[in-house]
């Protein structure tokens, strides 16, 4: 936006409304043939408008302050084309830009060329923004041969910065570009490979006019890298090479129906997959490791619906979220007046309803030592006793348990049995987290904007490649839930079937911003560290999902954390 600005502060009409609750006119020579007087209080933030005619009148200059209008023609400099385009086409001469802070810094008057161009491919052709989510180069010039539109593609293509081109001549920029010749009249231009001067890069482009109601109106130039096309080409020919080659392995390793709905390429991943498939048919114990949030709930689902047991019951345990004193009588059940409250006739456990299925015991790492010695047991001897009871009662389950812990050095440490350790690693698969199958990323995205466009009722809904880019770049402490959680978020917000950096939350707008390091503006240090802190707890929250691991993982006492949740106000 603030590319657009053509009428720049110094030459608008504007008075400070300063903190006496008086209205002080230093810019009198440049209020001459205006309407309005734009005003400001002492720090520059925009707060309205005042007619001129009214400093002529005996009105008292205290209470001019009063007879300031709040002014709607305003944009924010971060705002897209789209809200800039709908002000002018509510007849709008000037719409006034402020910074984040709210300070004017200038305005965009109606004459300018690019918004009238804008204006008419927004009615009459494509709508630029679609432009920012492909992957080739775009340039538009208008009928006078100016340039007035790049996508971000074209940055990183050429390599040169959209506002520095914008407005200028092509016939300045690029002498002997074919942009001019299509527009004086020649031919389109269909995959030609042009070398462009002014940045020594060759481009495979395609250019063709655009007309509007029949009358020419500029020319649309789209390209790439043509070496990027080339290599394409060899790994096209590479890839055709050893297609049958991959079909046969495909063929002796493909993975179970149930595991269809498991997105990943990744090439650790699908060893991991791969290892998950080989054990479904068997009845050994398989522990699945990984990081909060990498899918391991789904995997067990998937290992149980392609094992022999796929047909009998399948119980889920979160052991971390049922207190210590309950957990016993969930697993191994109770009997009638084994303790207040218990029901009549007493209740099976989770061990028994599981019986001749799968029992999928999440986050075995937070067991008590106490609790980890009764599930042994239940291991070793295929038997449960239910709290209150001597009797024994025979069980025949196949046990899927999950941690993000690392168990090994907690059996060193002594806070996990070992026996119980080996009982339950016969078979560990491990999961990488996301921030190591990056190239998964892609691939995800597209399932889940599926995934929430049709439980939201939205419309296909694409990401822009700068998007893109964000999230790969990101690291995903939350993993596969984070993402999913961040593409919903778009996909609520996405009005205009495009997802821009607007519709990310603000954290992504930060680290677009600035993606290792806190900002440095007239900071002191003190606050430096206080954003740090603040940053550093709501990671590790979200990677953790408890406030007793990410005290662990913080190195810091409980009353510390406490004490800073309340500092920043982090209500969680």
Not at 514 to 521: G, L, Q
């Amino acid at each position: 936006m603030q590319d657009m600005i053509n009428v720049p502060l110094e030459l608008l009409p504007v008075l400070k409304l300063l903190p006496g609750e008086y209205i002080f006119n230093d810019g009198a020579e440049v209020l001459a043939g205006q309407d309005n007087a734009l005003v400001v209080d002492e720090k520059g933030c925009f707060l309205g408008k005042i007619p001129i005619s009214f400093l002529n009148e005996d009105i008292p200059i205290r209470k001019l302050h009063s007879l300031v209008e709040p002014v709607q023609e305003t944009i924010q400099q971060n705002e897209n084309a789209v809200e800039l385009i709908e002000h002018f086409k509510n007849k709008e001469k000037v719409v006034y830009v402020t910074n984040w802070e709210n300070k004017l810094i200038g305005a965009v008057s109606s004459d300018s060329r690019v918004i009238s161009m804008l204006i008419k491919m927004k009615d009459n052709f494509l709508f630029p923004n679609i432009f920012d989510a492909i992957y080739e180069a775009v340039l538009i010039i208008d009928i006078s041969g100016s340039i007035v539109y790049v996508n971000h593609a074209y940055t990183n293509i050429v390599g040169i910065s959209g506002w520095k081109i914008l407005g200028r001549k092509m016939s300045e920029v690029e002498p002997h570009s074919s942009c001019l010749k299509v527009l004086k009249g020649h031919s389109p231009v269909i995959n030609k490979r042009y070398f462009i001067e002014s940045v020594g890069v060759e481009v495979l482009a395609n250019i063709i006019p655009f007309y509007v109601n029949g009358k020419l109106e500029g020319v649309v130039s789209m390209f790439r890298n043509v070496y990027e096309t080339i290599n394409l080409g060899h790994e096209l020919q590479r890839m055709r090479g050893v297609a049958e080659y991959l079909h046969n392995e495909e063929a002796e390793n493909k993975l179970p129906e149930a595991f269809d709905k498991i997105v990943g390429n990744n090439r650790h991943f699908r060893q991991a997959l791969a290892l998950a498939a080989n054990v479904c048919n068997t009845n050994a114990t398989v522990m699945l490791r990984g990081d909060s949030g990498t899918g391991k709930e789904v995997l067990a689902e998937a290992i149980q619906k392609s094992s022999l047991r796929k047909d009998c019951p399948f119980i889920k345990v979160n052991c971390a979220s049922i207190p210590e004193n309950l957990l016993e009588s969930e697993l191994f059940g109770y009997e009638e007046g084994a303790f207040t409250g218990a029901k009549r006739g007493g209740k099976k456990g989770k061990f028994e309803l599981a019986h001749k299925g799968t029992i999928f015991l999440d986050e075995v790492g937070d067991m008590s030592l106490a609790m980890q010695a009764k599930l042994l047991r239940v291991l070793q001897e295929k038997e449960i006793e239910r709290v209150g009871s001597s009797r024994t009662i025979p069980v025949d389950v196949r046990v899927i348990s999950a941690t993000n812990k690392d168990l090994e050095t907690m059996v060193l440490q002594k806070q996990f049995r070992d026996d119980l350790y080996y009982r339950l690693n016969v078979i560990p698969i491990f999961l990488p987290p996301l921030r190591r199958r990056k190239d998964d990323i892609p691939l995800l995205v597209e399932r889940f904007l599926g995934l929430y466009c049709k439980e939201h009722g939205k419309d296909k809904v694409i990401v822009s490649s700068e998007v893109m880019n964000i999230l790969i770049d990101y690291d995903w402490p939350g993993n596969i839930r984070e993402l999913k959680n961040v593409i919903e978020h778009a996909v609520i917000l996405c009005a205009w079937g495009v997802v821009t950096v607007e519709h990310l939350p603000i954290f992504f707008k930060k680290h677009k911003n600035n993606p290792s390091a806190p900002e440095w503006d007239k900071e002191s240090l003190s606050e430096m560290v206080e954003q740090l802190e603040k940053e550093a707890i709501a990671r590790a929250l979200r990677k953790y999902g408890n406030k007793s691991d990410a005290i662990k993982a913080l190195g810091i006492s409980r009353r510390s954390f406490y004490l800073k949740l309340k500092k920043y106000q982090m209500f969680v």
